[in-house]
Nanobody, 117 residues
């Protein structure tokens, strides 16, 4: 089993920054792909960014250039540095890991990011 716990959410003004963390515990084996998703009020959950075991990254167009995904394999932790935050970045942010050898996803419970003046 894998457990994922997100942290770092909160209230921030437009233009501000936040750093989210996703700590993983349990049977996380490489190779795997770690992702951030978000769900805004009244909207469907959307993919934000991903990073694989080799640290190759991908971003949604809406966050590219503003968000940076990274991981510390020794700590089994993934991060999302969010800069130049906009009102439309307000959402619950979830981390997800796909463990290749198990062929399945694991999800965290989310952390709320509110961008408001």
């Amino acid at each position: 089993q894998v457990q994922l716990v997100e942290s770092g959410g909160g209230l921030v003004q437009p233009g501000g920054s936040l750093r989210l963390s996703c700590a993983a515990s349990g049977s996380i084996f490489s190779p795997n792909v770690m992702n951030w998703y978000r769900q805004a009020p009244g909207k469907e959950r959307e993919w934000v960014a991903s990073i694989n075991s080799g640290s190759t990254t991908n971003y949604a167009a809406s966050v590219k250039g503003r968000f940076t995904i990274s991981r510390d394999n020794a700590k089994n932790t993934m991060y999302l540095q969010m800069n130049s935050l906009k009102l439309e970045d307000t959402a619950v942010y979830y981390c997800k890991v796909f463990v290749v050898t198990q062929g399945r996803d694991y999800w965290g419970k989310g952390t709320l990011v509110t961008v408001s003046s």
